[in-house]
């Protein structure tokens, strides 16, 4: 719980400070940070391989979704779908040099954006009441890679101290 209350004020001073007036990405940005803290979360089990560690292992899961198994499961699908978004936000805004480093910046965000589209668009044919903002993270989605790494820049040592 400590750690959720890190991100969420680091993440909202950081939305605050550069004028991303919008409380529901804020609260999954936090939660997106939060879940990533833990190395199980950012890189699970798959069925392309043992453990996916970059978007392409991530694009070759949703590729074995399709055909592995007895039948296909569209929340698996989703579910990866979701996850290369979020791990795409998670990392160019706070790993930006390890991204460029081993891919490119403009392949995370254009993965992410398409990740988080596709799950938008599953959640809008579904109807479903209150979505979390997928819509908003493609259509700003860096914007809020910029604000992850502002807070990381900015917020994450003045909060980090006021924990100690």
Known sequence: MELRRFFERAVRASFQDLALDDHPAAEY?????????????L??????AARL??????LL????VWSEGPGFQPERELAVRRHIGDYTLFMTGVFPERVQRIASTRFYIDQGKRAYRFVWEHQ???????PPPFRRLAERFESFVGAIDYARRVHFTEFRLAFE
């Open 124 to 130: 809008r044919a579904s109807a479903r009441p209150d």
């Open 61 to 64: 899961e949703v590729q074995a």
């Open 53 to 58: 560690e970059t978007v392409a292992d991530l």
């Open 29 to 41: 940005v936090a939660d997106v940070l939060t879940r990533f803290a833990r190395t199980e979360s």
């Open 43 to 48: 890189l699970p089990r798959g069925l392309a």
